[in-house]
């Protein structure tokens, strides 16, 4: 048996993430208004999550780059369970599109699991090199905060029963893995097959 790298989480610290670099926010594609103000960027986003981003609440950061943040789950399910969260805000997977001529939700989708795999091998690189991770969504209304977000797990062996075989199984109507959600979008497809 392998042994389990535990390494401390990140320090809770309450920090101002840069939005990303000249990008306008459609707030989930769910209706007209857009935040073209870079000190107001993340007005729009009512969830726990914005308030995150903007600062207002405190987080464990693991990685961040200029599109995508990493932070420690505050109830952790396995010895590393991160969220990675596009700073652009985006509802649930139901507001991913698969009409986008410019592939940018695919892309998001991508650099959110690069992200996750990426962390892995930092926190996580036995359960890396043995696949014993979980990368999955929460479909809605399963989901537990209306912010897009990537859970990152691992190991799942060491997971309770319930969480890896039930809460986090995807596949399951209330949990879809990010390359179930790549591979439709890039069929054409909306991002899950439940609506």
């Known amino acids: 048996m392998t042994t389990t790298l535990r390494q401390p989480p990140p ?13 306008i926010s459609h707030n989930n594609y769910d209706d007209d ?5 870079y000190y107001n960027y ?13 600062g207002e609440i405190p987080s464990r950061t693991y990685l961040e780059s ?3 943040l990493a932070f420690r789950d505050r109830s952790p399910k396995a010895p590393l ?4 969260i596009p700073k652009r805000f985006i509802k649930t997977v139901y507001s991913l599109r698969d ?15 690069q992200m996750g795999l990426d962390l892995l091998k930092q926190q996580q690189p036995d359960a890396l090199a043995t696949n014993d991770y979980i990368l999955c969504f929460h479909i809605p209304p399963f989901n537990s905060v209306d912010h897009l977000h ?14 890896r075989e039930i809460k986090y199984k995807c596949g ?18 909306p991002a899950v097959a439940y609506k």
């Open 66 to 68: 200029t599109e995508l």
């Open 42 to 54: 993340y007005a729009n986003n009512p969830s726990v999550f914005g308030r995150i981003l903007n």
């Open 150 to 163: 990537l859970h990152v797990l691992a190991p799942a062996s060491e997971m309770n029963w319930i969480c």
């Open 33 to 37: 208004t857009t935040t073209n103000n």
């Open 81 to 84: 369970h991160a969220l990675v």
């Open 11 to 23: 320090p809770l610290i309450a920090a101002y993430h840069e939005p990303p670099p000249h990008h």
């Open 99 to 113: 009409d986008n001529d410019d592939d940018d939700d695919i892309q998001l989708v991508q650099n959110m699991r």
């Open 172 to 189: 399951a109507r209330w949990c879809t893995s990010d390359l179930d959600v790549i591979e439709r979008l890039k069929k054409g497809l």
